[in-house]
């Protein structure tokens, strides 16, 4: 009930250069939010109370830590790590943040390349900051203030997951020998991020560090009679694995995904 509307300050300016075959395009983006909605981190308020290292003190008898303590359901009404068996965590008005970053994209078209046309480009997101005040929970800091570029697991981040760099480049080559048709291989990366989520490193550091996401796609497109269009393309021709991360699923749909190399048919006809 005592919930009020998220504000967002945004700003964005860019550029657009042409000239010739050669095409740039620069943005710089920012986001300042006040009251962002967002849910709790039930794992920071365990961390919190519980401690991250095995054999850490707890807060059962602090009296700094009662409030926290309703947050918990306890087995035998006995309070403890053993008996936890539910943490409330309500949608909150959370700390103030602020994010930050550059878009930009070029390519370069050379004509008359043994026959047709090639167009090579790339384009790309950095992620300058991403800057959050202390997260608070009935009185206790959960999560300190910091700069969470290049992590996952930030309390209250929506995505959850906010890598440094994200981009594609590609190459593109397109011709009329015997008909119209290209070819385009295009590269994907993703940056690896950094887990941040309070006592993982309770048991294993495996999964903290998580790894880069390159992939590779490869389009093939042929125009065929009667405005009639035929694309048959290899998505992830590597078959590259998602890094490993410590959830359910065992990998971040946010950085990579699960299927693998596979394959699309495509025949498209215009009336």
Do not use: M
């Amino acid at each position: 009930s005592d919930l009020k509307p998220e504000q967002a300050l945004t700003f964005n300016v860019g550029t657009i250069f042409k000239v010739r075959g050669f095409n740039a395009t620069v943005d710089y983006w920012s986001y300042d939010f006040e009251d962002a909605l967002e849910t709790e981190s039930g794992s920071e308020i365990v961390a919190a109370f519980f401690g991250t290292t095995p054999g850490a003190a707890d807060q059962c008898n602090n009296a700094a830590f009662d409030q926290l303590q309703t947050r918990f359901t306890f087995s035998n009404d006995i309070c403890s790590i053993g008996t936890l068996t539910r943490v409330r965590t309500n949608t909150i008005n959370g700390p103030d943040q602020k994010i930050s970053g550059i878009d930009g994209g070029i390519s370069y078209l050379f004509d008359d390349v043994l026959g047709g046309d090639l167009l090579i480009g790339a384009d790309a997101t950095y992620t300058l900051e991403y800057e959050r005040d202390a997260a608070i929970v009935e009185g206790i800091q959960i999560q300190q203030a910091d700069d969470f570029v290049g992590t996952r697991g930030a309390s209250g981040i929506g995505a959850g997951t906010l890598p440094e760099l994200r981009g594609a480049a590609f190459v593109d080559y397109q011709t009329n020998w015997l008909a119209s048709q290209g070819v385009r291989l295009t590269a994907r990366y993703i940056d690896g991020v950094t887990d941040v989520r309070a006592g993982l490193a309770r048991t294993s550091p495996r999964g903290i560090e998580i790894g880069s996401f390159l992939t590779y796609d490869l389009v093939y497109r042929l125009s065929l009679p009667a405005e009639t269009t035929f694309t048959a393309s290899v998505i992830n021709l590597a078959d590259k694995d998602p890094p490993f991360v410590r959830l359910d699923l065992g990998y971040d749909p946010f950085i990579a995904n699960l299927f693998g190399r596979y394959f699309k048919v495509l025949l498209n006809k215009k009336f």
